[in-house]
């Protein structure tokens, strides 16, 4: 039934457009349950699958005070708990804006979890007004996201938030 994967052509040739089709692809996948892991999960693998240059998509948790946890994922092994305002994610849990990092190792305090990251995306997932977690994507080639990347991923991220509870996050 999802046998999905990422359509290379499509996605240099027009990406907003390709983010579009993404977020209504992503909102059928999420109708189906609104269990905040089960999506989560899901969300993870769409995404993992459907952007090409990935090594890593997933969610860190905003739980308990002021240190994300490490939740559903695709890629390497992963940093479990990463204090606000320490690296990217914790840069986002902190501001709750959205971030671009063309090149990690110049972005003071990047976690370096899997060497093989060079750039990243992170959007903060709110709910009500509160923190709920982030969405982390990481690629290994530097400059690899577009201003169209990141608006494609805050678009994804609405969309998991939209179609889940998250009652007991954040
Ligand atoms: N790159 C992140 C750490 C998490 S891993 O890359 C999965 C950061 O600096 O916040």
Request: with cysteine; aromatic share 10%.
């Amino acid at each position: 039934m999802y046998s999905l994967s990422a359509d290379r052509q499509s996605y240099a040739a027009d990406p907003v457009a390709y983010y579009q089709t993404l977020t209504q692809q992503l909102n059928s996948l999420l109708e189906i349950d609104r269990n905040w892991v089960t999506n989560m999960a899901q969300t993870a693998a769409f995404i993992y699958s459907m952007i090409p240059d990935l090594n890593w998509a997933g969610f860190y948790l905003a739980q308990d005070n002021d240190v994300l946890r490490l939740g559903p994922y695709q890629g390497r092994v992963a940093c479990v708990h990463i204090p606000y305002g320490r690296g990217v994610c914790g840069t986002v849990a902190a501001s709750k804006e959205a971030i671009l990092v063309n090149d990690v190792h110049s972005f003071a305090g990047h976690i370096a979890c899997d060497s093989a990251s060079n750039s990243e995306i992170v959007v903060p997932l709110i709910s009500a007004g509160r923190l709920v977690g982030v969405l982390d994507i990481d690629s290994p080639v530097k400059q690899r996201f577009t201003d169209a990347d990141l608006t494609g991923f805050v678009q994804l991220a609405q969309t998991f938030v939209d179609c889940s509870d998250l009652t007991s996050l954040g």
